[in-house]
């Protein structure tokens, strides 16, 4: 198992789903955190969970559409532990499911706000506090949604492939200043957001996967875990595929 002892974390989007599992796992590595969630109660529920177990985390309110919400996440994890070292930037939303001419502009926005603008914000800030430091490693989630194209999604799938964009070229400005950036891309999971997806059926995805089933939380934070540590240290700029072979269709 990879080791996170010693290290101060974030992680956007921890309430639920593969933001919580991720939550779990850094915490049972070592990691002490700070989870940033738009829910309070679903991020202090982490938060207390995390504590049962002999973690150390605490909870922050946090829109990663807003700078000034992402901006005081990072600094709220100086200000009580003294520095940063990784981030897990998995806050997102999936948008509409419909031909691109029927995309809701308004809705768009929103979602380009929350998927792209966020995980900028995030590593903006995340970034200029490791350098002070001498070095960090960072994960976003990007998606199966953000390697290949899927009818139906055209503007979810742009806000995926802009995570795999952004986390190339930013791996490539800091490659040679400590700081490690990759991101997963997450095939069919059982969240509560695949959940709402499917009208109640997550499991009706499993037939578009080669190993003939959807995968769970734990099996994508396992791989956070790992792109995080120390074990990963010679990777940067990748995007994991974490999807049951989807990609390799």
């Known amino acids: 198992m990879a080791i996170l002892n010693g290290k101060v974390g974030i992680v956007t989007g921890g309430g639920t789903g593969i933001g919580r599992a991720t939550a779990l796992a850094m915490a049972k590595a070592g990691a002490t955190l700070v989870i940033g969630n738009r829910n309070a109660a679903k991020g202090e529920e982490v938060v207390q969970t995390i504590e049962q177990f002999g973690g150390r985390a605490i909870f922050q309110q946090t829109d990663v559409s807003k700078p000034d919400d992402v901006m005081s996440l990072v600094q709220r994890a100086v200000t009580e532990f003294g520095r940063l070292d990784l981030g897990f930037n998995n806050a997102g939303m999936d948008g509409e499911q419909v031909p691109l001419h029927e995309q809701d502009i308004d809705k768009a926005s929103t979602l380009f706000d929350v998927n792209i603008k966020g995980v900028f914000y995030c590593m903006k800030y995340e970034i200029e506090q490791m350098l002070k430091?001498?070095?960090?490693?960072?994960?976003?989630?990007?998606?199966?949604?953000?390697?290949?194209g899927y009818p139906g999604w055209s503007l979810y799938v742009s806000t995926k492939h802009a995570v795999t964009g952004m986390t190339k070229a930013a791996a490539l400005d800091y490659a040679k200043r400590?700081?490690?950036?990759?991101?997963?891309g997450p095939g069919p999971v059982e969240t509560p957001l695949l959940h709402e997806g499917t009208?109640?059926?997550?499991?009706?995805?499993a037939a578009f996967v080669p190993?003939?089933?959807?995968?769970?939380?734990?099996?994508?934070?396992?791989?956070?875990?790992?792109?995080?540590s120390d074990e990963a240290r010679y990777v940067t700029g990748h995007t994991l595929p974490v999807d049951g072979g989807v990609c390799s269709q």
């Open 178 to 184: 400590g700081v490690r950036i990759n991101a997963v």
């Open 199 to 205: 009208g109640g059926d997550p499991h009706s995805y």
């Open 211 to 228: 190993m003939g089933r959807i995968g769970q939380p734990e099996e994508i934070a396992d791989a956070v875990v790992w792109l995080l």
């Open 133 to 148: 430091q001498g070095g960090g490693s960072i994960v976003n989630t990007s998606s199966i949604f953000g390697l290949n």
